[in-house]
């Protein structure tokens, strides 16, 4: 997947074959991905939920997966 | 012949590993219930996120050069061949994927592929993720390992995830989903009869694919595990019980041959006295 390149704004991404240009997201053009993207707005709801609902929803959301980094010999 | 102590010694031991398997079991029992119910919901999510392909069909030329591979399993053990199975595929579609000229990279999810992959096939390892299986998987572990690929740098072409499918309580299969790489989607023909598509939505919806079919993945891999772990340790139990009866058998055959023993002195002492 190729990562995500600061452009000027406005920006137009043509898809190879079709004629037409398209606006690249502003979120997209922060850097962001659309996973993080998703996730910060998952937070957001998560945060505007009403308190019964809430610690049942941030349960259901954490994460526990860590990485390792291959150490290279 | 064991004497007496040595037998109870070993008795005591196998009747106290039975009750850790037999607990154990209790354990994924209930640990299958819950992933089984988390399931249902989740699939719809890797169906849908594989929709796309299937109806578009879409295929990946023949002469990509860089391939991915995920193996999804989890960080414990005790669990039958849950890890093995994941193990020998990807090893097998190293070996192919390597003679046919392609590149390859592995993702290990879960320590044990890690640990059963590293000695042979090293350097393969892109990543790995550890502390799955301590928990059920949320679509926020997915989201994790979905961003550390993408910022991995390494450009993949196409790929599939290779995960262990529940089909039942007693029955799992290894079973390999594909990925496709932004440009095989976007130079696909049959695109076109989608409405609305340019290539910012396309990446979008890359992105998003790759994360649910990793959240599809973990869930059926966490339920087919927790499964394999109730029968393993079922069997377990009953291998102990079939030692501990072998076991007490012998402990009253040997029990009443020191009394006999026994007996047969005192009297051959008392018959030397006469």
Known sequence: MSSAVVLPFPVALTLPGSGAAAMVAYWRQAGLSYIRYSQICAQVVRAAMKPQYKAEAERAAMATVKTVKPKKE | ?274
């Open chain 2, 1 to 274: 012949m064991a004497t007496l102590k040595d037998i109870t010694r070993r008795l005591k031991s196998i009747k106290n590993i039975q009750k850790i398997t037999k607990s154990m079991k209790m354990v994924s029992a209930a640990k299958y219930a819950r992933a089984e119910r988390e399931l249902k919901p989740a699939r719809v999510y890797g169906t849908g996120a594989l929709a796309l392909y299937e109806k578009a069909e879409i295929k990946a030329p023949e002469d990509k050069k860089k391939h991915l591979l995920i193996g999804v399993s989890s960080d414990r053990g005790l669990c039958g061949a849950i890890h093995t199975s994941i193990a020998k595929t990807l090893k097998n579609e190293i070996t192919n994927l390597s003679n046919a000229g392609k590149e390859v990279m592995v993702v290990g999810v879960g320590d044990k592929i890690r640990g059963l992959l590293q000695r042979t096939h090293g350097n393969y390892l892109l990543l790995t993720f550890k502390e799955v299986g301590r928990r059920p998987p949320s679509f926020g572990d997915a989201s994790v390992i979905a961003s550390e690929l993408l910022n991995s740098g390494y450009e993949f072409d196409e790929g599939s995830v290779i995960y262990n499918r529940f089909r039942s309580v007693i029955s799992y299969k290894t079973d390999e989903k594909p990925i496709f790489s932004l440009e095989t989607v976007a130079g696909s023909e049959s695109l076109s009869i989608y409405d609305d598509i340019d290539a910012d939505v396309l990446r979008n919806y890359q992105e998003f694919t790759l994360a649910n079919i990793l959240y599809y993945s973990l869930k059926e891999s966490t339920t087919s595990e927790q499964s394999a772990r109730m029968t393993a340790m079922d069997n377990a139990s009953k291998n102990a019980s079939e030692m501990i009866d072998k076991l007490t058998l012998t402990f009253n055959r040997t029990r009443q041959a020191v009394i006999t023993k026994e007996l047969i002195e005192i009297i051959s002492g008392a018959a030397a006295l006469d």
